[in-house]
């Protein structure tokens, strides 16, 4: 009988360290085999998942003997916790594993987009050399915006501060007293995005968020600010957002997430020809060192919870 079931990819050193102990079944490719997937949880009191499994509806239904789900990251969107409660069922995220990788993703893309100096492949290799059009800007002096203010958004303040940044800050959910606010300036949403040079979004997707970042919210922001989204699709308007870079509206983008993962030929159609937009595939969280550290720390918390030590 299995115990673990790993459905997305996973350190191999945590991997090992689950399968000395434990009973393992480990395909990195079984959240896009959702036959087999239900088959497999039927009998396991664990599950391990990335993002692209969704622990909801036939999964979960299925997987009658479930006692543990370990969350290799830190976004629950896709994991219905409310039937996870009522079960009894216990749901660990790799809570701060991987929170300088997003915070390293957020500002490296950002001093990108500002200084523009690295979307000159075409033309330098065409025998141009466009030395006056590429004059860029630096980080230092500039506001750093950020959409939420929970843990990954706080320590993107700090390494925003440490460039130079002046940070400032929306969280209608963190109290105006609390000690996380100081040196960030506390504003209410029309407010950061007007004044912002750099506009990060830190948010989990709720209903309440869906949609928050909007036309209304482009029109809102400085014509040469950019914006950062390592947080959550469905968040932003991906429309809305393309029509921006293409009217002028914005400076530039770096977007990690997608209403649709991963994007389809339609979704891709809406990004094409768009200027000063980096793309990349839900990586801001992942990187060598923090897939170990998110690896080791979701292993270990399952084996915790599995042996009565949670």
């Known amino acids: 009988m299995t115990d673990i079931v790993i459905t997305e990819f996973m350190d191999e050193a945590a991997v090992a360290a689950l ?64 039937a996870c409660a009522a079960r009894g069922i216990k749901v660990f995220p790799a809570t701060g594993a991987n929170s300088l990788s997003v915070v390293e993703y957020v500002i490296g893309t950002a001093m990108t987009l500002l200084r523009g100096a690295y979307f000159a492949n075409t033309a330098m290799l065409a025998g141009e050399f466009p030395k006056t059009k590429l004059i860029g800007r630096e980080i230092a002096g500039k506001r750093l915006g950020l959409v939420g203010f929970g843990a990954i958004a706080r320590d993107t303040a700090r390494h925003g501060a440490a460039l130079g940044m002046s940070v400032a800050a929306y969280d209608p959910y963190v109290p105006a007293d609390s000690p996380v606010w100081a040196g960030v300036e506390r504003l209410d949403l029309d407010a950061l995005l007007a004044t912002s040079d750099v506009i990060s979004i830190h948010l989990p997707l709720t209903p309440e968020t869906r949609g928050l970042i909007g036309e209304a919210a482009f029109a809102a922001m400085k014509p040469d600010a950019v914006l950062v989204n390592a947080a959550r699709g469905g968040i932003m308007d991906e429309t809305a957002l393309v029509a921006a870079l293409k009217a002028g509206r914005l400076a530039g983008a770096a977007i990690d997430v997608f209403e649709q993962e991963p994007l389809k030929a339609d979704g891709a159609k809406v990004f094409a020809g768009t200027p000063n937009l980096i793309l990349t595939p839900h990586i801001a969280g992942n990187t060598v060192e923090s897939n170990v550290r998110v690896s080791g720390l979701v292993a270990e918390r399952v084996m915790a919870a599995l042996e009565g030590r949670a």
């Open 19 to 82: 399968r000395a102990r434990y009973v393992v079944h480990h395909d990195p490719e079984l959240f896009a085999k959702p036959e087999e997937l239900t088959r497999l949880v039927a009998a396991v009191p664990a599950l391990i998942v990335r993002n692209q499994t969704q622990v909801r509806g036939e999964v979960l239904a299925a997987a009658k003997a479930l006692k543990v789900v370990g969350r290799l990251g830190v976004g629950l969107d896709n994991i219905d916790m409310d």
